[in-house]
């Protein structure tokens, strides 16, 4: 079965100060994982995924196969990054169509000034 | 333009009623989801549908039922409304090679 674990609920950071958000996940097969980003009170936003191994709003990720990891960092923590972040698994495909998001419990992150 | 839009965004009702939420997609995917997120922020997949076809069916009570009268729209049906439905419902849409774009989100209150 997959699984993705955020072993931190809640991480409140200073203003400046670099931000790393924890994601450990279980697949028997070749991952494809996701982070996603809810503002307060708004829809999921695709933030990024590993296979694209892009930087956005200066999040980074990498995907560590041998410790089962695609940690989530920032190295200067702004207040609008304040908001829900769910790391994402995507298992295999059904009938060649259509995912099977498997997300992780959330971290809320807040960052104050 | 919306891409995956929900109706209504908000929902107060009583236990024990009958309630829909709809959900319609104009990004042309033939993929479409429902997605729960409980109070305490978990998010877990409800339903798939591909074509109108059902294709993920995760464990969830028969009283939800979801309806595709054409692979623009899923439709949640809830029968006999229960505290515990009280969440956020989330629609979302994809094809393949893309990831879900997601709804606003409706937001039911069972009291």
């Known amino acids: 079965a997959q699984r993705v674990t955020q072993p931190e609920k809640l991480l409140s950071v200073f203003k400046g100060a670099p931000v790393e958000l924890k994601c450990n996940y279980s697949y028997s097969g070749s991952p494809e994982l996701f982070w996603y980003v809810q503002y307060s009170r708004q829809r999921l936003q695709l933030l990024l995924r590993h296979i694209s191994r892009e930087s956005i709003k200066g999040f980074t990720a990498d995907l560590n196969k041998g410790e089962t990891s695609f940690h989530l960092k920032k190295p200067f923590a702004q207040e609008e990054d304040s908001a829900m972040y769910y790391c994402a698994l995507s298992g295999p495909r059904i009938k060649a169509a259509g995912n099977k998001l498997t997300f992780g419990g959330g971290t809320r992150v807040l960052v104050k000034p | 333009d919306t891409a995956v839009s929900q109706t209504p965004k908000y929902l107060v009702t009583q236990m024990g009623n009958d309630k829909s939420i709809k959900c319609e997609q104009n990004?042309?995917?033939?993929?479409m989801y429902w997605y729960k997120q409980d109070s305490k922020k978990f998010l877990k997949i409800m339903f798939s549908?591909?074509?109108?076809?059902?294709?993920i069916n995760e464990t969830v009570p028969n009283r939800f039922s979801p309806k595709s009268p054409d692979k623009a729209h899923l439709n949640l049906h809830i029968n006999s409304l229960e505290l515990g439905d009280s969440a956020v419902y989330f629609c979302?849409?994809?094809?393949?090679?893309?990831?879900?774009?997601f709804g606003s989100g409706t937001r039911l209150t069972v009291v």
């Open positions: 549908y591909n074509n109108k076809e059902l294709i």
């Open positions: 979302a849409s994809s094809q393949v090679g893309t990831v879900e774009t």
């Open positions: 990004l042309g995917h033939d993929t």
